[in-house]
């Protein structure tokens, strides 16, 4: 199954801001946290090494320069 980049949300702007919305009010750390959980839970459920790998190296690719 290949890496689905565009989204398929009927409301792309609403899955945005329920993102944004869980790390409200958190603290950096806890938000950090909340982050790597979500991104454990659906990585289970994609349950695609090769989709996975993909996604860490588009993610990568992505990130601003430091």
């Given at each position: ?26 603290p950096e ?38």
């Amino acid at each position: 199954m290949p890496l689905t980049t565009a989204s398929r949300f009927p409301e792309p702007d609403e899955a945005f801001v329920t993102l944004i919305e869980a790390r409200r009010g958190l603290p950096e750390k806890d938000a950090a946290a909340l982050d790597a959980r979500l991104v454990l839970i659906l990585a289970n459920h994609i349950g695609d090494i090769e989709v996975l790998r993909e996604a860490i190296a588009l993610a990568k690719s992505a990130a601003p320069d430091r």
